[in-house]
C-alpha cells in the first residue's frame, strides 16, 4: 500500500436530481418531472501527505460535495475514493479515525458552551474529557480565542469565534487528513490571517495532509503547494499556483488564480456562481 | 489491534458520549422541559379527577379507587412510552435542526452504538420523569398500591422499552427523509399506537376490525401488564404472557429497526439527503 499517497481520488462522478413543478396556466401544477444534475464529473487526483492540496472555484462548482464524499458522507455514483489506502465505502470507520473537516457553517449545539460541544466530540473519538481539555486550550491559544468565553453558549459567540471553535473541533481528534471547507469564511481580515498561519504550522507541526476547500483565490495562492480549479464539476486544472500561471501566460496579463480562473473557464468566479444557481 | 477491554472502554465513553450530551442539552433547553412536565402532570393529573367523577357523572357506585390507578397507569405509561418514542424518533431531526448531524455522522463510531446510547438516555431520563409525576400525582390521590408486584411492574417497563426503542429506530428515518413531514408522520403514528393500545380502556371496546392493530402494538402488552402487576397482584408467573409478547416483539424490532435505519443512512448518503434542512 502507498502511504506516501495521502488522498486518492479515482473517476468519482455524482449527480443529484431534484423536483420541479411544471409550469401551468395557473401556476406550478402537476406531478412535476425530476432534472440530474452532475455535482461531480469524473474527478481525479491524488495528494502527497503532508501536503496542502487547494480545492479552488465558485460556489455550486462541487467543492462541498466533493469534501462530503471523502468525508463518507455522500456515496459517489462512480469512482472510488481512498484514504491512506482505505476504501471510503467500504471502511468508512477505519477513514473516519483519520479525518475531520470544517465546514463553512459552524455546526454546533447552540445552546451548548464550546468546552461541552469540544468535549462531546473528544468522547465520541475516544478521547476522555479531561485529557481534551489541555489540547483544547493550547488549539484555541494559538487561535487567539479568550479562554473566559469557552463557557459560554455557542449561539453568543460571533461568527468568527464559533469559527475558531469548529477548527480547535477538527484539530483536537488529531487527524491525519484534514478537510476544510471554507474556513475561513465569514472571518475579519486579522482572523483569517491567523487562522491561514495556524494552518500553516500545523502542517509543518503536526505532520498532516490539507485539502483546502476555498473560492478565495489569495487564500489559496498563499498557503496551498498545489491547487485545482474546479468549474461545474470538473477539474480544468491542476499544479503549484506557478505552473497554473504559467500554463495561461500567453499573452503575459495573468497575474492571479482568479487570471486563471477566467482564462480556463471563459468567466469570473462571479459570473460562474450565477450560471450555477440555476439548479 | 485494540484489545477487547479497550474497546469496551471506548465503547462505553461513546455511549457516555450521547447521554451526556442529551442531558446537557435538557438543561439548558429546561424551559421547554418544564413545560412538558408540567402538561404532562396537569394531563395525569386531569385523568385521575376523571376517574373519581364517574361515579358522580352516572350516578352510580363506582370503584374509584381502582378506576383511578387503572386510569393513572394509563397516562403515566403512555407518558413514558411516548416520550421513549420521542426521544429516539428524534435521533436525527434534533441533530438536523442543530445542523450538527454530519459532524455526529462523519464520527468514528458505530451506528448501533450510537442508537443505543440515545435509547438509554431516553430510557433514563422517561423513568425519571415518570417517577416524577407519579410522586407529584401521588400527593393529590390515595393510592393503594401495597402488596402490588413490583419488580413484574420494573419487568414489564424493562421489556417494553426494548420493544418500543426498535419501532423508535424505524420511525427515525422519517425525517432522514422529509424533516418536516417525518416529524409529522412520527406524530401520526404515536396517536394510532394511543388509540389501539388500551390506554385508559380495555382493548375490548375497540371495533373487531381495530383489535388486530392493539395485537401488534407492544403497548398493549405493557399496559395490560402493568395493569397486572400494579392492580390485579399477580406474580411475575401470570406477567409471562405479556413478558414474552414483549421480549418476541423486541426480539424482532430491535434487529429490524437497526437495519432499517443502516439501509436508510446508505441511502440518504446515495441522494444526499444528510444535510438538508428542507
Redesign the interface.
Known sequence: MDYDKALVVEGIT?R??RKRKREGVFGKIGFGYRIQKKAIDGISFCVDRGEIFGIVGPNGSGKS?LI?VI?????PDEGRVTVFGHDVVKEP??V??M???V?P?A??????SAV?NL???A????I?AKEAMGKIEEILRKLDFPRSRLTE?MENLSKGMQQKIAVA?AFLTSPVLLLLDEPTVGLDPRSKRSLQEFILRIRDEHDATIVLVTHDMEEAERICDRVAIIDEGKFVAMGTVEELKELCSDNGSIKSLEDVFIALTGRSMEEAEEDDEDF | MMRISERISAEMLVLYAFIGRQFALYKRYWHWELMWIAYTFANTLAIGFLGSGVGMVTGQEVDSKTLIIYLLIGSLMWGYLAGLFWEVGSVVSWERWEGTIEYTFMAPISRITHLIGMCLFAIIYGVLRTVLILGAVAIFFDLDISGADLPGALLILVASSVSLVGIGMMVAILPLFSPEKGTQIMGIIEALILMVSGVYYPIDVLPSWMRWLSWISPATYTLSGMRKALLSKEGISGLFPELAALLLMGLIAVPLGFLVFSWAERRAKRIGMLSRSG
Open positions: 455524482k443529484f436530481s460535495t462530503r468525508s463518507t458522507l455522500l456515496i470507520i477505519i473516519r479515525r479525518i475531520n473537516r465546514s457553517d455546526a454546533f449545539f447552540k445552546k451548548l461541552e468535549a462531546y466530540t468522547r465520541l473519538y475516544g476522555r453558549p473541533r
